[in-house]
């Protein structure tokens, strides 16, 4: 029991458990998933959802098919919950000098590989009782959930700051390239021009990409045709296949550093002043700075 909550018309207690019970239902968008992870059975997670639910005379999810959705009620009280959770574990890390509780980064598919793995295990070092909550999804899902307060930090890689309502700290330039199979014509070349890349088959990953819309941008800009031999979903996708075929491929250095050391793939001669992007940390202005938090931030900026 972390706490409850007396509702004086109903005569309920409300156990601030069932909100965490509600936040990972939400999350999972089942009712089975949310209670394997959070050791519960069904029944018991039912339960808490019908007593919230009862608590406050709305339905919190509803069903289409298979599909388990919140309601408008639903998502109203996962914004006003995660502030409620967040309030008590900063009390916890206030009153009883405790770095537990739970930090939430959203990122995209190549920082949660490439770049997190080493910063999560040394976050994790420093404070054992820790949960961390890793979420990768496109640049606009994740921002957008760091100003609702879904997640207490996004990590990113862009040009510019993406929305006037969170925080931007910019940490460091990180190197875009284009890879090639070692033995493409282009890794012949001493300096790759952009006009040279007009022959070339590219490798794409999905058009919300912000670096492919601005090589994409860059590419249109010169009047530079682009052929498109593959779309696909995510970096190492890419990568592979660059590895596997006669096509090229625009990913940051971090995403191919070891099979460029391996002589696997080959990086381009190639560079332009329009097709440069920053690594950026993302936080709500209003965002309590917990322990672990400041340490990540720290560990980001440090490399």
């Known amino acids: 029991m972390i706490g409850n909550i007396n509702n004086f018309d109903s005569g309920e207690y409300m156990d601030l458990t069932?909100?965490?019970?509600?936040?990972?239902?939400?999350?999972?968008?089942?009712?089975?998933?949310?209670?394997?992870?959070?050791?519960?059975?069904?029944?018991?997670?039912?339960?808490?959802?019908?007593?919230?639910?009862?608590?406050?005379?709305?339905?919190?999810?509803e069903r289409y098919g298979r599909q388990l959705r919140l309601t408008p009620p639903g998502e109203s009280l996962l914004k006003i919950s995660g502030r409620m959770l967040e309030l008590y574990e900063e009390s916890q890390e206030t009153i009883?000098?405790?770095?537990?509780?739970?930090?939430?980064?959203?990122?995209?598919?190549?920082?949660?590989?490439?770049?997190?793995?080493?910063?999560?295990?040394?976050?994790r070092r420093q404070f054992p009782e820790l949960t961390i909550r890793l979420q990768t999804d496109r640049e606009s899902v994740?921002?957008?959930?760091?100003?609702?307060?879904e997640l207490d930090?996004?990590?990113?890689?862009?040009?510019?700051?993406?929305?006037?309502?969170?925080?931007?700290?910019?940490?460091k330039e990180e190197p875009l390239i284009v890879?090639?199979?070692?033995?493409?014509?282009?890794?012949?070349?001493?300096?790759?021009?952009i006009g040279e890349l007009g022959e070339a088959e590219w490798i794409m990953p999905e058009d919300s990409c912000n670096y492919r819309i601005m090589l994409e941008k860059v590419l249109k800009e010169n009047q530079i045709p682009c052929r498109?031999?593959?779309?696909?979903?995510?970096?190492?996708?890419?990568?592979?296949?660059?590895?596997s075929g006669t096509g090229i491929a625009l990913l940051p250095r971090i995403?191919?550093?070891?099979?460029?050391?391996?002589?696997?793939?080959?990086?381009?001669?190639?560079?332009?002043?329009?097709?440069?992007?920053?690594?950026?940390?993302?936080?709500?202005?209003?965002?309590?700075?917990?322990?672990p938090l400041l340490a990540f931030i720290e560990k980001v900026k440090s490399g």
């Not at 990972?24 to 089975?32: N, P």
């Not at 080959?266 to 940390?281: D, E, K, S, V, Y």
């Open 228 to 243: 498109i031999g593959f779309e696909l979903g995510n970096p190492e996708a890419v990568k592979r296949c660059v590895m």
């Open 18 to 61: 069932y909100f965490q019970t509600f936040r990972k239902v939400a999350e999972c968008r089942s009712f089975t998933r949310a209670g394997e992870e959070l050791g519960y059975a069904q029944s018991s997670v039912t339960a808490q959802i019908q007593k919230l639910e009862k608590l406050y005379g709305v339905k919190l999810f």
């Open 96 to 123: 009883a000098g405790q770095a537990g509780g739970t930090l939430s980064i959203g990122t995209i598919d190549s920082l949660g590989s490439y770049f997190l793995p080493s910063v999560l295990q040394y976050i």
């Open 153 to 171: 930090i996004g990590l990113l890689l862009d040009s510019k700051t993406v929305d006037p309502f969170v925080q931007c700290v910019a940490v």
């Open 142 to 149: 994740i921002v957008n959930k760091v100003k609702e307060g």
């Open 255 to 291: 995403v191919a550093d070891q099979e460029i050391s391996r002589g696997e793939l080959a990086a381009l001669p190639f560079t332009h002043p329009g097709i440069r992007l920053n690594l950026q940390m993302f936080i709500h202005p209003r965002k309590w700075m917990s322990k």
């Open 179 to 193: 890879i090639a199979h070692p033995g493409h014509p282009l890794t012949l070349m001493d300096k790759v021009e």
